[in-house]
T-cell receptor
Framework: NAGVTQTPKFQVLKTGQSMTLQCAQD?????MYWYRQDPGMGLRLIYY???????DKGEVPNGYNVSRLNKREFSLRLESAAPSQTSVYFC????????????FGPGTRLTVT | GENVEQHPSTLSVQEGDSAVIKCTYS??????FPWYKQELGKRPQLIID?????GEKKDQRIAVTLNKTAKHFSLHITETQPEDSAVYFC??????????????FGQGTILTVHP
């Protein structure tokens, strides 16, 4: 099992460009999450999907959209990238909503110039 | 919503010493407290967790203690080794309310173990 995978690993965007970060898990998990990690701020929840067909905002959703494509895949879209979105993005999954333990992907390092 | 504060932000110890990282939380409904270790350039990985019906949990050289009355929990690493050098994150999650199903993370502690 690959666990949680993310693509791409690195990305550089210019201000105003758009892109989609992809995440997939092969653990048959029901819940998936997107976090951003900034120095000194821990991991902050952007959006989550408690189960297939549902998505909801987390702590810092502005400037992002998500799609739960199917049970395996959960994508994060930046419609018009801003320098403030320079960060490391982690996708995570858990067995079901409220099952507590989350498994993280390897991360995507995004730089917006 | 939940707020988790973590201290210290950096911690430097000599190999063989103990290291303690402390976190406080605000939501009295929180009942799950995991600790994640993140090595440089890697993903966060769960190293130990504790639930609110337990006061202490130990796994080899690491232990976590929980004081629900004071709303704080701590990670203890004994006999530290250079491979313990990493960023450690605490987190909290609740069984109900607005924090249900979500992890709220502390700001992280950079632990450096000097040989």
């Amino acid at each position: 099992n690959a666990g949680v995978t993310q693509t791409p690993k690195f990305q550089v965007l210019k201000t105003g460009q758009s892109m989609t970060l992809q995440c997939a898990q092969d653990m048959n998990h029901n819940s998936m999450y997107w976090y951003r990690q900034d120095p000194g701020m821990g991991l902050r929840l952007i959006y989550y999907s408690a189960s297939e067909g549902t998505t909801d905002k987390g702590e810092v959703p502005n400037g992002y959209n998500v799609s739960r494509l199917n049970k395996r895949e959960f994508s994060l879209r930046l419609e018009s990238a801003a320098p403030s979105q320079t960060s490391v993005y982690f996708c995570a999954s858990s067995e079901y909503w409220g099952s507590y333990e989350q498994y993280f992907g390897p991360g995507t390092r995004l730089t917006v110039t | 919503g939940e707020n988790v504060e973590q201290h210290p932000s950096t911690l430097s110890v000599q190999e063989g010493d103990s290291a303690v990282i402390k976190c406080t939380y605000s939501d009295s409904a929180s009942n799950y407290f995991p600790w994640y270790k993140q090595e440089l350039g890697k993903r966060p990985q769960l190293i130990i967790d504790i639930r609110s019906n337990v006061g202490e949990k130990k796994d080899q050289r690491i232990a976590v203690t929980l004081n629900k009355t004071a709303k704080h929990f701590s990670l203890h690493i004994t006999e530290t080794q250079p491979e313990d050098s990493a960023v450690y994150f605490c987190a909290a999650s609740a069984a109900g309310g607005t924090s249900y199903g979500k992890l709220t993370f502390g700001q992280g502690t950079i632990l450096t173990v000097h040989p």
